[in-house]
């Protein structure tokens, strides 16, 4: 059996937060898209070095970026659409984590 410290977010010592205001972010993005029943599926592409994993979801990419100090930008990724695409959430935002990678 699992217990979840939902407190631990509160406490401005601990990094938490961020978690909670990421897990909000993709609760709301599922709520406007849909997302998670979607039928496709399928990881596009895995880098270890990079420390990125992108991957299909329904209509969506998504691409998570692992690196402890680095952010990508014009990072090439393949995927089943031609058409240009749109971000609709961006983790490097300050609003999500209201600070900067090189601060771990």
Same mark, same amino acid.
């Given at each position: ?8 977010? /509160? ?8 978690? +909670?205001? #990421?897990?909000?972010?993709? !609760?709301?993005?599922? =709520? ?17 070095? /990079? ?8 209509? +969506?990419? #998504?691409?998570?970026?692992? !690196?402890?100090?680095? =952010? ?33």
């Amino acid at each position: 059996m699992c217990r979840r410290r939902w407190d631990l977010c /509160d406490s401005p010592k601990l990094r938490y937060q961020y978690l +909670l205001n #990421f897990d909000i972010a993709m !609760h709301k993005l599922e =709520s406007d898209v849909g997302w998670l029943n979607a039928n496709h599926q399928y990881i596009s592409l895995m880098h270890e070095k /990079d420390k990125l994993i992108s991957f299909e979801r329904g209509d +969506l990419l #998504f691409v998570f970026n692992f !690196h402890p100090s680095r =952010s990508w930008e014009h990072y090439r990724i393949g995927t089943c659409w031609s058409s240009p695409h749109v971000m609709l959430l961006n983790t490097d935002e300050v609003n999500i984590f209201l600070i900067n990678k090189g601060l771990f």
